[in-house]
């Protein structure tokens, strides 16, 4: 089958039914239903095999971050197939996209996080993670600093290792996550957790929830604690102002590691080109993938400071994948990067697109069904209310009403995806001030109609 010549949709969906296992899908209720095929995409917007043209406001999965349809991308990693389509990284060789890139990252990063090991994703590269700070601290004599502390909620991949860090307990329920010798702690999310606290408070409350962990299990057991600055699949949760300083203090305080997951957060997500900085955060380690390509080709990293980089040196780190610092990935990326940085991507989107979206979703907060509406760069969540006085959550339980919101939302052309009852985008960084408006115009209806549609169901209720 030519695959530009495309069969109509039901045989599509037919093939996909009956072959393509999907991830994060009931297969068997997507059978019934036909998956959404995706043939095409321009700039921040989709087209599917029905000829709907959608704005993406996921930016795929928050990694489209220079927009689709840049031939520049295809065309460096064509000239890397024909010289060099693969080789790897392994006992002491190396090829000129892998070092380029990684020098490239060193420059990019902030303070002393110069050096790069290679993945094929996220969840590799926080794979690579345990096994680094793990070494590290044997390496360093204190093999027993074994234990990484995580959070509830929080979003790392979907490998053994990557799950593990996760916080999703859908995720544990299932194939024996997590691994021994990484815990939890309660997540920053104070529109659904901060009870009466002002958010100051609870910001502070659940940073300090890190020392109470830390003293439980002692000190001098703990090798690193892992966060994404903004929590993204966990529902576009932003910390409270007062949440990272008193993380940075306490990690500080113990001289634990810390291990910042940029996968979303990192290439200008914040309006600064890693979320750490946005926050002022120093970690020992960041997590990358996702906008390092901005999806064009699969690679992750971690980008590791001069002290971590040298103890790890010390001895042979039996570790490593074969797609390490791919060549055509590694092209494809630094491309990426020249375009991120040439075209001020990042400037703009802290000068303008940022600030213009802040606005723009703010203004969805006089929706009676929207009980916030946040953004921090261009990142943006909404949770979803029956009652927003008392931030109360429905009594059908979690997920319904987002659901429900999310089918209205394609309904109007635009992908917005729901967890739980938060309804999260993270478009394109490229996206103009008008595809910002068109976007808020599409949620309005998309929220109207969920309204109605909750009304009818005799659903605004609260739990
Ligand atoms: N860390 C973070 C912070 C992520 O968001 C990963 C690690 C894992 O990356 P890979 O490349 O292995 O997928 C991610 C990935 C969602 C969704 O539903 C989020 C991700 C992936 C798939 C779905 O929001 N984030």
């Not at 390490?324 to 491309?335: D, F, K, R, Y």
Request: glycine share 12%.
């Amino acid at each position: 089958m030519s695959l530009t010549n495309t069969p109509p949709t039901a045989e599509l969906q037919a093939l996909d039914a009956a072959h393509h296992m999907h991830p994060f899908t009931a297969n068997g209720a997507l059978g019934q239903k036909g998956a959404r095929i995706i043939t095409r995409a321009q700039g921040v917007r989709l087209t599917d095999s029905n000829g709907e043209e959608l704005i993406d406001g996921m930016a795929g999965l928050w990694c489209v971050n220079i927009g689709y349809g840049r031939a520049e991308l295809a065309e460096a990693a064509a000239r890397q197939m024909r010289e060099l389509p693969y080789y790897n990284t392994f006992f002491q060789t190396s090829h000129v996209p892998a070092l380029t890139l990684a020098a490239k990252l060193a420059e990019l990063a902030p303070d002393d996080l110069n050096h790069v090991f290679f993945a094929g994703s996220g969840s590799e590269a926080n794979d690579t993670n345990i096994r680094m700070v793990r070494q590290y601290w044997a390496l360093k004599g204190q093999a027993q600093r074994g234990t990484i502390i995580a959070r509830r909620n929080g979003y790392h991949g979907s490998t053994m290792g990557g799950g593990s860090l996760g916080g999703m307990a859908a995720m544990h329920a299932q194939g024996g996550m997590p691994i021994p010798g990484i815990v939890h702690i309660d997540q920053p999310y104070w529109w659904g957790e901060g009870g009466d606290m002002t958010p100051e408070e609870f910001g502070l409350a659940r940073a300090r929830a890190l020392e109470e962990k830390i003293l439980e299990i002692g000190p001098e057991t703990v090798a690193a604690f892992i966060a994404e600055p903004v929590q993204g699949a966990g529902g576009v949760i932003i910390p409270p102002d007062s949440y990272w300083p008193e993380v940075q203090r306490i990690v500080d305080k113990y001289g634990i590691l810390l291990i910042a997951d940029e996968v979303i957060t990192g290439f200008g997500r914040l309006g600064q080109w890693f979320g750490s900085q946005s926050y002022g955060i120093r970690p020992h380690i960041m997590t990358i993938a996702k906008g390092l390509s901005s999806g064009y080709q699969p690679i992750g990293g971690s980008i590791v400071c001069d002290e971590v980089a040298q103890t790890i040196a010390q001895d042979e780190f039996n570790h490593g994948y074969t797609y390490s610092g791919h060549p055509v990935a590694a092209a494809v990326a630094l491309e990426n990067l020249r375009i991120l940085d040439e075209e001020s991507i990042v400037t703009r989107v802290r000068d303008e697109a940022a600030p213009y979206l802040a606005n723009a979703w703010a203004t969805l907060t006089d929706h009676p069904l929207v009980g916030e509406a946040v953004s921090r760069g261009l990142m943006a969540s909404l949770a979803l209310t029956p009652d927003k006085s008392s931030r109360a959550a429905f009594a059908a339980g979690p997920g319904r009403a987002g659901y429900v919101c999310r089918e209205y939302c394609f309904a109007n052309g635009l992908v917005m995806r729901h967890v739980g009852d938060r309804m999260i985008i993270a478009p394109p960084l490229v996206i103009s001030t008008s595809d910002i408006d068109e976007l808020i115009r599409r949620a309005r209806n998309a929220l109207d109609q969920t309204l109605e549609h909750l009304h009818r169901d005799g659903a605004m209720v609260a739990a």
